[in-house]
């Protein structure tokens, strides 16, 4: 069995993050722009082209992937359609070309609740606690899906977050913005989930909290489970990302390692001050 505490034996098996060795999933050229070997990844939304109702494409082709063991990033400028691309990898959006798989099935046509079920937790950028209920009452929504004893998971998001411990009922609207994301983060922990997308689980807060912020997801994604996160901290991001994606106007502009973006000269001319 897996050490992997926010999961039971419903999670994915590939426990790569705790192999001594590195992922060595990637088989991107040096330099970016170059695809990287994602169709095999463990979630994938694959040259997706969609967008709101029955309003224009916002995505072009535009895929992004991660695999066990690793943190992928997503940056780009505002409106770029960071949030569409997860939004349509988490079934909120119209696809009207390309897929998302996960773990090899094709879930392209279920539902948001449905792929909850399978194992995605999602932290949408906005509107993603509920502020009037108390911090325990947040995390006990966030588990909605089971139906076996959540008291283990809740003391694995306490361990994590020990000050939400601290602030369990006290009303989540009540927090500083770096706990309310900590609440939000520890919500979509509590399904258990075989991967974790995150829209800028850092908005709004100081470099401080952002730092800490991605000590605990960096934590979490050692636990084993694939993180999937939009960062507008995008020189901070790209450090710990395993995978970055630089999206522009609802397209893939450029992809490779945290490493490669960091070092691409135009990557670091347009999208992180030269
Ligand atoms: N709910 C929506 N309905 C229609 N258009 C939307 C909606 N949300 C975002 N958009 C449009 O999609 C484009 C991409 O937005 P978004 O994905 O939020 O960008 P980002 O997250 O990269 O800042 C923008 O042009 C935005 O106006
Ligand atoms: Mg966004």
Not at 86 to 95: E, H, I, P, R, S
Not at 158 to 184: N, T
Not at 210 to 239: C, H, K, W
Request: hydrophobic share 35%; glycine share 12%.
């Amino acid at each position: 069995m897996s050490d992997n505490p926010y999961q039971n034996d419903r999670g994915n098996k590939d426990w790569s993050i705790a192999k001594p060795g590195g992922t060595g999933e990637m088989t991107a050229a040096p330099g970016t722009g170059h695809a990287m070997n994602t169709s095999e990844a463990f979630l994938i939304g694959d040259t997706m082209t969609g967008g709101y109702g029955s309003g224009p494409d916002i995505l072009h082709d535009c895929t992004i992937a991660v695999n066990p063991g690793e943190i992928a990033v997503i940056v780009g400028p505002n409106g770029a359609g960071k949030s569409t691309a997860m939004k349509a990898v988490f079934g909120m959006l119209n696809v009207r070309q390309g897929s998302v798989r996960l773990d090899g099935e094709d879930i392209t046509d279920l539902s948001p609740q449905a792929r909850v079920a399978k194992g995605m937790g999602f932290v949408p950028q906005t509107n993603n606690i509920f502020a009037s209920l108390t911090v325990e009452e947040n995390l006990e929504m966030g588990a909605f899906i089971r139906r076996d004893d959540i008291r283990g998971t809740m003391e694995q998001v306490y361990e994590l977050f020990p000050i939400l411990k601290d602030k369990r009922r006290q009303p989540a609207g009540e927090l500083s913005g770096g706990q309310r994301q900590q609440v939000a983060v520890g919500r979509a922990l509590m399904t258990q989930p075989k991967v974790l997308m995150l829209d800028e689980p850092t908005a709004g807060v100081s470099p401080i909290v952002m730092d800490e912020l991605f000590d605990r997801i960096i934590e979490v994604s050692r636990t084993g489970i694939p993180i999937l996160m939009v960062e507008q901290n995008a020189r901070q991001a790209l450090e710990i990302a395993d995978k970055g994606y630089v999206l522009v106007q609802g397209r893939n502009a450029h992809t490779g390692t945290g490493k490669e973006l960091l070092a691409d000269p135009e990557v670091r001319r347009s999208f992180l001050g030269g």
